[in-house]
């Protein structure tokens, strides 16, 4: 297992993003071949301990998942969560605000898609985006996104408090790493669904969007709601980091299989 304290953004100090490698793979001594090939026996230890979550019943977990376009939420999810029960899990992506969620507060779309009891729920996009996007493109007032942050911190205690375990990820990838996963895109005929000029225009807000995610991370990584920074330019051990995260906390969650019944004399008839 990866030592993944590295990545956390310790409560109370700086993200410093400028200081932290979007290439490391720091910890794994392998190639990709063999970093692939970890993630196999990861992928087996996740699902037991979602299916003892979900047998239990009685604690949730809400992966938060953050970055940049082409930063790898998608391929995140799909290759540490393979083979999970999807009975248990729930992905819920957050894109720009329908005219209904527009006319709630902004947390309202994001409370109600939170983890119930025996369940792990994954945001692919967040309640951050109203912290980041919104001040980037300057879709609200400062004074409106800065007093967010404290909202941010508060919502998420109270969800802690009432039982729901969250693990914030930011998916690190360096502008270069982008550039390359922006000319895939537009050059293979299979991906280039996911192209969106719209990319392009945060693209060349690069350094605004770094700046605000500096100061989101560092000012909501908390006791209750850590943020941990993956890095992401190698997909294969961002997926490692991500697994390794993920398992710690459920094991420090330790959930376990109900009492069993007593079921002397029972017989199936
Ligand atoms: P995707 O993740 O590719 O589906 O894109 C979703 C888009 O929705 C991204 O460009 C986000 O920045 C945008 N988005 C998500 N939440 C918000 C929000 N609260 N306000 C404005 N745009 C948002
Ligand atoms: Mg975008």
Sequence with gaps: MLDIKPCLVIPGTAADLASREPGSKLGFEGDKAEGK????????RL???????????RQKLLVVLQAMDTGGKDGTIRHVFKGVNPQGVHVWGFGVPNETELAH???WRVHRRTPANGTITIFNRSHYED??????????????WRRRFGHIVEFERLLADEGTTLVKLFLHISKEEQRQRLEARLEE???????????????????????AYEEALTLTSTEHAPWHVVPADRKWYRNLVVSSILIQTLEKM??????EPDLDGVVVG
């Design 254 to 259: 330790d959930p376990s299989y109900p009492p």
């Design 131 to 144: 912290v980041l996007v919104v001040r980037v493109k300057g879709l609200a007032a400062e004074e409106t």
């Design 189 to 211: 005929p299979d991906k280039r669904w996911k192209f969106s000029v719209g990319d392009l225009e945060d693209r060349a807000l690069w350094d605004e969007y770094l700046a």
């Design 47 to 57: 699902a037991e301990l979602q299916t003892r979550l979900w047998a239990e019943s």
């Design 105 to 107: 507060d902004y947390l």
């Design 37 to 44: 090939a970890a993630l196999g026996p990861l992928n087996v």
